[in-house]
T-cell receptor, first 113, second 114 residues
Framework: ETGVTQSPTHLIKTRGQQVTLRCSSQ?????VSWYQQALGQGPQFIFQ???????GRGNFPPRFSGLQFPNYSSELNVNALELDDSALYLC????????????FGEGSRLTVL | QQQVKQSPQSLIVQKGGIPIINCAYE??????FPWYQQFPGKGPALLIA?????SEKKEGRFTISFNKSAKQFSLHIMDSQPGDSATYFC?????????????FGKGTKLSVKP
C-alpha cells in the first residue's frame, strides 16, 4: 500500500507566474484535501475534493484552484503567484468523507521570488 | 481569526518527563479534535483524536484530556523519549472532518533531551 505522494518536492517561481502541484492519494482513498503551511505555522485548509467535485473550501482567493481525476489523484493550481504564497503545500487523502483521519504527503515546498 | 489557540510554542523536557501541550477553541460546533505529529521534512501524521462525548482518551504513551465546558483540550506524553522530538499540532473541525476542514493550532515544538 503506497502512501500519499506529492510532486515536485521543491520549486522556485517568480511573482506573477503560475504553478501546478500534483498529488497521488493513498490507495483506496477517494477524498483529497490541500493545505498551505507557512513557515512556523499550522497547516491552513485550502479545499477538499470528493469524487472529482469540490466539497469544501477555505479562505483562499479564486486564483487557488484544483482538480481531482477519476483515479482520485489531484492537482493544485495557483495563478498570479504572490510572495506570500511561499509555503509548504500539503496534500492529504482520506478513505472517504466522514472519516476524520487525514493521511498527509510530505509536501511541495514553493518559493516565490 | 485563529479559532484554535495552542501553547506553549516550544517545550524542552528531559527523557522520561511528561510534556503537556494545551489547546483552546472558540467554536462550540467543533466535534472532532485530533492531534498531529510532524517531523522535519515530513507531513503531519495523526497521533490521537477525541470527540467531545468523552473526557479522556489514551493510546499508548499519549493521552488527550478534554474539558468541554472550558473549551480546552490537552496532550500529555508519558515517559517521553528523544524520538518524540517533533512539532505537535492540535486541530479541530465540524462534522467529524467530513469536509477535511481541519483548523490547526500554530504548533508546539517539543525537544526531549536524553
Amino acid at each position: 500500500e503506497t502512501g500519499v505522494t506529492q510532486s515536485p518536492t521543491h520549486l522556485i517561481k517568480t511573482r506573477g507566474q503560475q504553478v501546478t502541484l500534483r498529488c497521488s492519494s493513498q490507495s483506496g482513498h477517494n477524498t483529497v484535501s490541500w493545505y498551505q503551511q507557512a513557515l512556523g505555522q499550522g497547516p491552513q485548509f485550502i479545499f477538499q475534493y470528493y469524487r472529482e467535485e469540490e466539497n469544501g473550501r477555505g479562505n483562499f482567493p479564486p486564483r487557488f484552484s484544483g482538480l481531482q481525476f477519476p483515479n482520485y489523484s489531484s492537482e493544485l493550481n495557483v495563478n498570479a503567484l504572490e510572495l506570500d504564497d511561499s509555503a509548504l503545500y500539503l496534500c492529504a487523502s482520506s478513505l472517504t468523507l466522514n472519516t476524520g483521519e487525514l493521511f498527509f504527503g510530505e509536501g511541495s515546498r514553493l518559493t516565490v521570488l | 481569526q485563529q479559532q484554535v489557540k495552542q501553547s506553549p510554542q516550544s517545550l524542552i523536557v528531559q527523557k522520561g518527563g511528561i510534556p503537556i501541550i494545551n489547546c483552546a477553541y472558540e467554536n462550540t460546533a467543533f466535534d472532532y479534535f485530533p492531534w498531529y505529529q510532524q517531523f522535519p521534512g515530513k507531513g503531519p501524521a495523526l497521533l490521537i483524536a477525541i470527540r467531545p462525548d468523552v473526557s479522556e482518551k489514551k493510546e499508548g504513551r499519549f493521552t488527550i484530556s478534554f474539558n468541554k465546558s472550558a473549551k480546552q483540550f490537552s496532550l500529555h506524553i508519558m515517559d517521553s523519549q528523544p524520538g518524540d522530538s517533533a512539532t505537535y499540532f492540535c486541530a479541530a473541525t465540524v462534522g467529524g472532518g467530513s469536509q477535511g476542514n481541519l483548523i490547526f493550532g500554530k504548533g508546539t515544538k517539543l525537544s526531549v533531551k536524553p
